[in-house]
Nanobody
Framework: QVQLVESGGGSVQTGGSLRLSCAAAGRAFSSCTMGWFRQAPGKEREFVGAINWGGATTTYADFVEGRFTISRDNAKNAVYLQMNSLKPEDTAVYYC???????????????????WGQGTQVTVSS
């Protein structure tokens, strides 16, 4: 069982930065693949990126274009999404999710993740 709580969302102007945090509770966190997803108004939820259990492997959606970085601190039971050079199209609710299978595969699929946070709103104004 893993409980996830996101924080760090807010409103920024184009070109600004935000760092989202996802705090996890539960003994399984350190072995989880962690993913970040987002959902913009009127759109389906989409994959942003993921990090493997040890933090050595990350992957990102094409639209990230090197602007976002995912990291984790297993000692603090936390995963982070650093977002730079934000654009209005990055406006969305951002979710973190946990896959307890320890394998880093199909990380772009929502169905892989068993646990989800409640989301945090990110708004980027032009």
């Amino acid at each position: 069982q893993v409980q996830l709580v996101e924080s760090g969302g807010g409103s920024v102007q184009t070109g600004g930065s935000l760092r989202l945090s996802c705090a996890a509770a539960g003994r399984a966190f350190s072995s989880c693949t962690m993913g970040w997803f987002r959902q913009a108004p009127g759109k389906e939820r989409e994959f942003v990126g993921a990090i493997n259990w040890g933090g050595a492997t990350t992957t990102y959606a094409d639209f990230v274009e090197g602007r976002f970085t995912i990291s984790r601190d297993n000692a603090k039971n936390a995963v982070y999404l650093q977002m730079n050079s934000l654009k209005p199209e990055d406006t969305a609710v951002y979710y973190c999710a946990a896959d307890t299978s320890i394998y880093f595969r199909n990380v772009g699929r929502e169905s892989v993740y068993e646990y989800w946070g409640q989301g945090t709103q990110v708004t980027v104004s032009s």
